[in-house]
């Protein structure tokens, strides 16, 4: 665990304190603490101006899928989308592109965020949906109701690497009724070079986020909050895909009551939150930017996602026991289409319904109930149910979809659920264990039931939805033992996960391709068995009052009948010395992996050669009067290492050697 980059693993169980309005409850996940109040803890960061997504990869419990140096997909227990739930404060948001350009992280800045919660399994967020693998839940940064007057922020970041540029502001007041906090944030890179100099071609981007959040207490006990994000990328290249992106586009705001009833012996609510929601997601693909003679076929990609909902979630104690129940209800329209236009003019354009205006609706009640047995002994159960409508609403989408699955429903009504138990004790004073089991189910997304030929670069097949698929279930064990002592901490965890009907794309013979160079075309199709076995050891030393060592170890392994699951993980690896004296602090750092031998030839894997990078960074902050600077700066993959990972899409290469420096003032 990296105290420089403020990782912190809270299981938050055992007797519940009083609430407050900015209190949150997220018991049995993994946090990764950006900053208490008023954004990142500058002072325990490696690189300051980081993305999310990099800030996600450093914290060791997250994967990031790479497609370029933009927008990169998060992975939990080596699953990625539709297996696992990203949402926003709770807001279910979802992608508007085909290929997954645009995942929900991508639309918010670390400026936004005050911490992201991490669901391991079925034991995740309530408002998660389908997360057989877990979710993520990024907290807004809300200056909350503590009095704590004005302050602002500024942020300015350089990278060498890329000539990546980062800056931003942030304004907040506080007062015991009222608050109100606001910032923007602007990152613009162009393209970055391997290991060795080689420029990566097509790898630039343009990003400009703006927020803010208010709120006001009506009366005691009685507080309104409200929030709004724009983000905004333009000109973003992917290097790994045939096409860049011209615009993506997300607006997403919200309005919350929270009732609290403060806290007591009987066994009453403490507090009730409602909150609801929407969001637009606009996402359009272009090729305009790339050669001529690189183009066999110009195509418009746009795609939009529309999202509205709610959550309601009351929590409360009664005697030993500690508890949630939350409602959640949302809709979602998805939409993409495709036009081809031939190299010969006088041929006209052919069009393409990708999502054919996919409607869902959906609702699901869970509970949580944690009973606190004794004074080393905790039981935490939890569950969920779904009810889901989808289907096509476009008269054109749905013929498309019949002409290759005739007896498909124009709409079909789904069930999901989860159950999941947790059970933690304590042996002496040092030594703590977890054991967890959980089953649950997941319906198909929707390029999985209603995708119409989508491209797929990694293994250069076109995919066409299945409307006819069963639920995809997984049965989940899991162990964790903690050692925690004065000077070492160690924290070993194993899980495995065993589906049914395990949902993946296999060819289709009889089908031609649509899209120009593909091998063929893949149906989305049931396979009967699947398993996922991941494992980490992490171990922390302290010594000499002033140095932290950490290091980490991870393997996975997934299959899938006689072959391999794809994007799993090879044995990884990383260490990180720090030091920390008064206003100093400095860092060396090493991660690498192990040959990956276990790949997918069927999705379009090959082998990746082992690889280990160096990191340096070091910094230091003063005060003038009121005014406190920081100052950081580093460098990134040291001996200039020409690598790429399992997870970068096509075996991209990442950026070699880079320095960075940031800056922050505070007032």
């Not at 009889?510 to 009967?528: F, I, Q």
Request: aromatic letters at 12%.
């Amino acid at each position: 665990m990296k105290r420089l980059n403020g990782i912190l693993f809270m299981l938050l169980l055992g007797k519940m304190l009083p609430l407050h309005a900015q209190d949150t409850i997220t018991i049995g996940l993994d946090e990764i603490v950006i900053s208490a109040k008023q954004g990142i803890d500058r002072r325990r960061q490696a690189k300051p101006g980081a993305s999310v997504e990099e800030y996600l990869q450093s914290s060791g419990k997250a994967g990031m899928i790479r497609r370029g140096a933009y927008a990169w997909e998060p992975s939990i227990n080596n699953m990625t989308d539709g297996r696992i739930s990203v949402t926003i404060d709770g807001m279910k948001i979802f992608h508007a592109c085909t290929d997954r350009m645009d995942p929900v992280t991508s639309y918010v800045e670390t400026i936004n965020l005050s911490k992201i919660s991490i669901g391991k399994g079925f034991d995740a967020n309530p408002n998660a949906t389908g997360a057989i693998g877990g979710s993520l839940d990024l907290k807004l940064n809300k200056s909350g109701f503590c009095n704590d007057g004005f302050s602002a922020n500024i942020h300015s970041g350089y990278e060498s690497n890329g000539n990546l540029r980062t800056g931003g502001a942030e304004a907040a007041y506080a007062g015991d009724r009222f608050y109100i906090n606001t910032g923007y944030f602007h990152r613009q890179g162009g393209n970055y070079a391997a290991g060795g100099g080689a420029a990566v071609r097509f790898s630039q981007f343009t990003k400009n986020n703006i927020f803010a959040n208010l709120g006001g207490v009506v009366k005691p006990g009685h507080e309104l909050e409200g929030s709004v994000i724009f983000d905004r990328a333009g000109n973003v290249g992917y290097p790994s895909l045939a096409m860049d992106v011209a615009t993506a586009e997300g607006l997403i705001a919200s309005l919350a009551y929270t009732r609290l009833f403060g806290s007591g012996s009987l066994p009453l609510p403490q507090k009730w939150e409602t909150k609801i929601y929407y969001n637009n997601i606009v996402h359009i693909m272009d090729d305009t930017k790339r050669p001529p003679e690189e183009i066999a076929m110009h195509m418009d990609m746009p795609g939009k996602s529309q999202t509205g909902g709610f959550y309601s979630t009351l929590i409360g104690t009664a005697g030993k026991h500690r508890y949630s129940l939350n409602w959640d209800g949302y809709c979602n329209r998805s939409y993409a289409e495709m036009t081809m236009y031939p190299a010969n003019p006088a041929e006209a354009p052919m069009f393409m319904l990708t999502w054919g205006d996919v409607r869902t609706l959906g609702s699901g009640l869970s509970g949580v109930d944690e009973w606190r047995i004794g004074s080393r002994q905790t039981l935490r159960v939890s569950g969920k149910l779904s009810l889901l409508r989808t289907g096509v609403h476009s008269d054109f989408g749905y013929r498309s979809l019949q002409g290759y699955h005739p007896r498909a429903k124009r709409f079909t009504n789904r069930l999901e659920g989860k159950i999941a138990a947790c059970y933690r004790f304590r042996v002496g004073a040092a030594w703590e264990a977890n054991l967890a089991a959980g089953y649950g189910s997941r319906t198909p997304t929707v390029s999985e039931a209603y995708g119409f030929f989508l491209f797929n670069t990694f293994d250069a097949f076109d995919y066409l939805g299945n409307p006819h698929l069963k639920n995809e279930s997984s049965l989940e064990t899991s162990a964790t033992l903690t050692y925690s002592g004065r000077a070492v901490e160690a924290t070993a965890e194993a899980s495995h996960f065993r589906f049914a009907n395990y949902i993946a794309g296999t060819p289709g013979a009889e089908l031609h391709r649509m899209t120009a160079g593909a091998r063929g075309v893949k149906v989305y199709r049931n396979l009967r068995r699947a398993s996922l076995l991941n494992t980490s050891l992490l171990v922390k030393y302290r010594f000499g009052g002033f140095f932290t060592l950490d290091a980490k170890a991870v393997y996975a392994r997934g299959r899938a009948g006689a072959g391999n699951l794809p994007l799993i993980a090879p044995f990884g690896y990383d260490a990180s010395l720090r030091f920390g004296k008064g206003r100093f602090v400095a860092e060396a750092s090493m991660a690498g992996a192990a040959r990956q031998t276990d790949f997918s030839p069927e999705y379009g894997e090959d082998e990746t050669k082992a690889y280990t990078i160096t990191n340096l960074s070091a910094g230091y902050s003063f005060r003038m009067k009121k005014t406190v600077f920081r100052l950081k700066s580093g460098v990134e993959n040291l001996f200039d290492a020409c690598y790429s990972t399992y997870a970068d899409w096509k075996n991209i290469p990442r950026k070699g050697r880079n320095l960075f420096i940031n800056l922050e003032i505070e007032i």
